[in-house]
Each structure stands twice: as structure tokens, then as C-alpha cells.
């Protein structure tokens, strides 16, 4: 082999390890005396009331506590089986708006059965339904949620997980596990891409079916016809002492295609599998320990790990046993196969992609700290970083407008990224994303002002503002912030005379408006009592900042566009009293006693007794 020349690393399949780690902690087990507890109450309810009474809803729900986690259980029992053969129609996401959170930028229709919609929405009806909801997203903080149901309960069970997850702050909650039993496919392929196109919303899911369980397919076609039903989530397929674990959608309706008509009749199937057997049965065992001899030898340890799944279940058979071996066993294989590798290649692509962002994190870094230190020199020439990038009369200044475009093309991409994520998942950036991307803001926006105006133009906020800015402002405005209290204006107070970004990333734009406006005053265009008004609403939001001490101690440089507006304000206009013979205000005085000297020192303090 030639140095340097390595072969890819070898895929694995990652549904071993889920498979393993659900049935070897006891965690099913748990799950499923949960299920059977609550349907044990549902039938001793059935008992006790009258055959024409009726039911508050067809859906019931039983929160268990245990110390490490807390499960909450779904039971649907109250519904007939035989009811739902004939409802595998579907209805569209315009007409189901408690999960349009789920639309993204690419993606915003989907179709979910309707049956099982009918069967949530009459559960949300009831206030503790949405009380839980409330109180499981505060609890998930500190414990993990399992939500859990056998059947169609199963198809409630991921609704509400959905549900769950558009209460939950993804930066400060675990997420929801959801475990269904024996639960039938519940959405089309765009329900499926919606969940599944991040892997945080993907990986909440696992589907728990036995080959021999028809209601998984309850509403799906017969004869393997193509289905507009399509799964998402980890499904683990069992047999009566073994269990494999499939993550391709693909793969998983290759698995669950319908057996030979010529079986079990549906009606009887459909009276309910008992999975407590089975997963006492599987816990005795890991999944596919043999797997060497199950493949038959197989080389390839990804293929062999496949072969070793579906042969230890049982499944070839069931799937093959009315078709010629020798001329469709291969080709099946090779489809669960394919299926298994791409979605495991994507997993991987994810990976490096990750791990490719965490680079260009810290090159961001460096860029980032490029600007502060240009931010910090140009200070000492009396202009700020704002009005020496705009006018560039030196080399540095050319120098920095790689790093500014760089950051730029990196962040837009972040924030276009984000927003094709279903929008709790954006969240809409990670906290550490979401204030790291406002600190880029307010550090790189006033230099786009610059090259804007410099270029002669005017109405940046309106005209000229790039949505990637607009769009991390308004994300960390929907950001849940902690009050205000004394000590935090204190420390602002103090940090006003370090090297500190104004809040308002676009105060630039404001300052270079106010500018053209005393301009247009002072040639007594046509529209002086409109300027006149801009330019008192210039003071008034000028004087905001201060008192919050949000705004740097640069924009008080002498050579500052800031100071220049100033000087040019009060001599020209409030000088020549063109605002109006008896007008004054805190901004006029603030700046006239110079108390911007004490405010950059970090000293001033606003008490108006000036």
C-alpha cells in the first residue's frame, strides 16, 4: 500500500449498540409493566361502568415515577381494533396547526393519519393533558422523560413526544425518549423528513415491533404495494428470543412489508400482541451475539453485521418463504443492506461535519480576535474602529476586511442552516451559537454601515441590512432573559471603559440618518418638521443607551462621525433654534457639561442633577 494511501474506516451498525443498551438495562421491562398496569386499569374502568355509558376520551395516560426518570404511559384499548382497518387516510398539516412547528424553510407540508390525529386532538381537549405537558417540560431540566404506549397508544405516544418537544428549551432540558410497542407507521415521507433531517429529533424514537405483530402494519396496503406511510426513528425488530435494530426508512418498510395473505387472518392479528414475553426473553441475551456464524463467514463486518440481524430474527424467512431463495434472497439483502450503509454513511457525513464546524469555529475565533485588536488600535488615533474602517486611511484597515467578510460568509451560512431546522429544534441557535453570533453582530455590522454609507448611500436599516443580522437580533430577543437588576447596570456602568461592543449593532446607521438629517435642516428642504422630528428622536435614543450604559465610550472620540454630528447639531440647529427657542433636553445638557468624560471612565452615574 502506498504511505498515506488508508482505506475508509469500516462502517458499523449502530442499531447493535440501541439494541443492546434498551434490552440490557431493563428498561423495556420497566416500560412495559407501565403499559400493562394502566391497561389494567382501563379494563377494570371497562368493567365497572355500563355498556351505554361513555367514555370521557378513547385515550388514556398515567405518569410513573421511578428514581432516575419518570415515564408517562398511554393506553387507546378503549378503541376497537376492528375499527381502524378502513382509517389509513391521511390529513394534511394545514388542518393539524399544533405541529406546525415542525415546518422548516424546505419543508412545510406534511400528512399524518388521521385516526390517530383524531385520537390526540381528543386528548388535548382535557386540561391535564396540557397541564403535564407544562409540567414535565420544567421537571425534564433535571430528569429524563420516557413517554411510552403499546399499539395505536404507541401512534399517541410519538404525537405527544412532538408535542413535548415544542414546550422544551433544547439548551437547558434533556430530551423526551419516546418506546412504542407494536405501534402502526404514522406519517408520510414529509412527516418523516421533518423529524428525522436532525438527528436530535431522529434519535428521541424507537420503535419496538415482533415480526409476527401484524398492527405495525395496520395501514399499510396489502401485497406490498407502495405505501405513502414511511417510519422514522430506531426500530427494533424482534423474534421470540432475539432482536435487531434497523435506522433506514427504507430498510425498516423492507422489514415490515406485509407477510403472504395465505398467514393469519388480520382479525385475529390485530386483537393485540403481548410483548412481555418476549422482552423477558430478550433481556436473558445480547443481540446477535453470534454474529460470525450467523453471516456464514462474511468479510465484510458491516455486511455481516446486517446478514447476522435479519438472519437472527428470522426475518429471511418470513419474508422469503413464498418467493425462490436462490433468486430473491440476495437481492433482498443487498436492499437492507444499501439502505443501512447510506444511512449510516449520513451519520457519519454529520459526524465530520461536526467536527469540521468545531474547526472553523476556532479559525472564527482568530478572525474575531483580529477585529478587537484593530478595534483597540484605532481608538488610539482619535477616529474608532467605525469611522477608520470607512475611511481606511491606513494599510491595517485594508488588512481587516478579509477577516470581516470571512466572519460574514461564515455566520450567514450558520444562520441559513439553522433556520432550515423545524423552528424549536433552531431554537433557533444553541445558547453558546446564539450569543456568539450577537458578539460577531455588533462587531462586524458597524463595519457593513461603514462601507453603506460611505458609499454615499442612506436608509441602511431599510435598504441596505443584511437578513443574517436581522435574524440573530430577533433570535436573542425571543431569548429568555434575566431581569434586570442593580448590580448588572453596576457592572455595565463599569465595563463601559473597556473595550466593550455597543448593544445596537446598528447605532451607526442611526448616528449617519441624523447626520443627513441636520444637513437637510440646515438647507431648509421641504421636509423640516420631519427631520426636526428624526433628529429629537435621534436624541431621545441616544440618551436610552446611555443610561443603560450599552453604548461604547468610542463613539465620544474626538474625531468620531458621533462627535461630528454633535458639534455641527448644537451649533447649527439648537445654537440657531431650529428645534424651537425654549427647547432643551438630557442629551443637549449630558453633552454640553461633558459629562461623556465621566460616562467613558465608567464614573457617571444618571441621577439628572446635572
Known sequence: MIMGDRPPPPLFS??????NLAVSSGLLGRLWDAVSQLR???????????????WSSPVAFKTFRHPEYT????????VGASRLQGQSDMVHSSEIPRFHFLYSENLQSFYVNRAAISLFDSLCGQHQLSAMRAQIAESAKSTPIIITGHGLAGCVASLFTLWLLDALDASTTIRPLCITFGSPLLGDNGFQQAISQFSTWNSCFLHVVHKDDCFPRLWLPPDGKPSLYVPFGAFLLCSESRGACFGA???????????????????????GFHYGGVIERLEGRSICKDQNLLAGGEPDSFRAGIIAQVTAIGLTQVQLSHRPWQQNANAWIEGVLRSEEESVTRIRAAARSETSSKASDMEMKRYMINLEWYKKMTASDGFGYYDSYKSKPKRRDHLVVTDKETLKEYWQRVVKESEKKPQKEGAWLRRGWLFGGNTYRRMVEPLDIAEYYAKGKRDYLTQGRSRHYILLEKWLKEYPQRPASSNSVNSRREKVSSNMLTEDSCFWAHVEEAIISVRSLKSRGPNADMEREKLIEFERYVMSLLERYVVSSEIFLEKSSYMKWWREYDEEILGKQMVGASYDSQLAQFMRNENY??????????????
Open 14 to 19: 449502530r442499531g447493535l449498540d440501541l439494541a
Open 40 to 54: 389494567g386499569q382501563v379494563d377494570a374502568e371497562k368493567r365497572r361502568l355500563s355498556p351505554s355509558s361513555s
Open 71 to 78: 415515564v408517562v404511559a398511554f393506553d387507546a384499548s378503549k
Open 249 to 271: 426508512p427504507e430498510s425498516v418498510m423492507e422489514l415490515l412489508a406485509n407477510r403472504s395473505s395465505t398467514e393469519n387472518g388480520r382479525n385475529q392479528e390485530l386483537l
Open 597 to 610: 468624560h465621566h460616562y467613558a471612565s465608567g464614573s457617571f452615574t444618571f441621577n439628572y442633577s446635572w
